[in-house]
């Protein structure tokens, strides 16, 4: 089991920037994929951001050109970079470790992210 650990969310204004990390127990070089996801109350958790090991990228669609996701393999960690936030991008933001082939097997505990306008 991995265990992963976020950081960095907070309240920011309309069109700010936040930087979420997520620092895992394990060399994540040997993870096929890590990622962020996003919950609001109500729906279901959708994809944000993946970077597999060999760092190819996908973002969810209403992200695309505002988050970039990266990868740190030396510290173990993973981070997502938002600008442009919108009052929609208001959620939990989780971050998974996928050690199959396609769904994630590990999650963070979560971190608020709160865009006022």
């Known amino acids: 089991q991995v265990q992963l650990v976020e950081s960095g969310g907070g309240l920011v204004q309309a069109g700010g920037s936040l930087r979420l990390s997520c620092a895992a127990s394990?060399?994540?070089?040997?993870?096929?994929?890590m990622g962020w996801y996003r919950q609001t109350p109500g729906k279901t958790r959708e994809l944000v951001a993946r970077?597999?090991?060999?760092?190819?990228?996908v973002y969810g669609d209403s992200v695309k050109g505002r988050f970039t996701i990266s990868r740190d393999d030396a510290k173990n960690t993973v981070f997502l970079q938002m600008n442009s936030l919108k009052p929609e991008d208001t959620a939990v933001y989780y971050c998974?470790?996928?050690?199959?082939?396609?769904?994630?097997?590990?999650w963070g505990q979560g971190t608020q992210v709160t865009v006022s306008s």
């Open positions: 998974a470790a996928t050690r199959g082939l396609v769904y994630p097997s590990d």
């Open positions: 394990v060399n994540i070089f040997s993870i096929n994929a």
């Open positions: 970077i597999t090991s060999g760092g190819a990228t």
